[in-house]
């Protein structure tokens, strides 16, 4: 786990700002020695409270239309398309901060919510941080970036999908809403192409892409060195 990178991303999920870099370290505009001491102090408290629980499973891929052999599911969008183009097979993946996670943020929420915030966005970049740092113990050097249902074109419904194809609820604990979000909140589920080396994400096919806050402010809700 690289913990500057986990507060980097989470100054970031904050709105501050990238400027410098000072012995391999970015410097961000705006930030305050009170608001970085916070910072440092949520994320020695996510050390202790956060309880990763992890779960994958492997799926051969269909073409024409773009699937999940076994299952059937149909796998929407133009990003994905692209980034599965020369995969083969493909991992789902669901990972969780677990319930403790969720109730101290919301416990900081009734009493500090500064707090709450900066735990929120620091739990959020640990969580990212924590699957990055799983998927190199998997064993696929060729495989693509993490794509998420929710983010680009790529259907939030499929969150449904991966969620009963892995069995989320019993296997780590995580239940899914009638909306398709997940609970606990620092729960992620995303799907990974085998076979490919597509780990640059791109901004091209994202809904989001005239709205989004990051590229207002010059960066990405990614990492693209």
């Known amino acids: 786990m690289d913990f500057q990178i986990v507060r980097e991303n989470a100054l970031r999920y904050l709105g501050y700002r990238s400027q410098t870099t000072i012995d391999d370290k970015l410097v961000f505009e705006g930030l305050t020695p009170e608001i970085s ?12 409270i956060a309880q990763p629980k992890v779960i994958v499973k492997k799926f051969k891929i269909a073409k024409d239309p773009l699937r999940l052999e076994e299952s ?4 929407i969008g133009e990003q994905m398309a692209d980034m599965l183009k020369d995969c083969e097979e493909c991992l789902l993946i669901g990972c969780t901060l677990g319930i403790a996670m969720e109730r101290k943020i919301k416990f900081y929420a009734k009493i500090n919510m500064t707090k709450s915030t900066v735990m929120d966005a620091a739990a959020s970049a640990y969580l990212e941080e924590y699957c990055d ?5 998997l064993g696929f050097d060729n495989r693509t970036y993490r ?9 939030l419904e499929f969150n449904r999908r991966i969620a009963i194809l892995l069995d989320i ?4 604990g995580v239940t899914i809403t009638p909306n398709n979000l997940l609970i606990p909140q620092k729960s992620m ?9 597509k780990r640059k ?7 989001m892409k005239e709205d989004c806050p990051f590229r207002k402010r010059g960066q990405r809700c990614y990492r693209n060195d």
């Open 147 to 155: 794509a998420c249902p929710g983010y680009g074109d790529f259907p």
């Open 133 to 137: 740092r799983y998927e190199e113990t």
């Open 169 to 172: 609820s019993k296997k780590i």
């Open 72 to 75: 059937g599911d149909e796998i």
């Open 37 to 48: 001491d916070l910072l440092n102090e949520c994320m020695d408290e996510i050390k202790q």
């Open 189 to 197: 589920l995303g799907l990974i192409g085998i076979g490919s080396d």
């Open 201 to 207: 994400k791109s901004c091209e096919n994202c809904v």
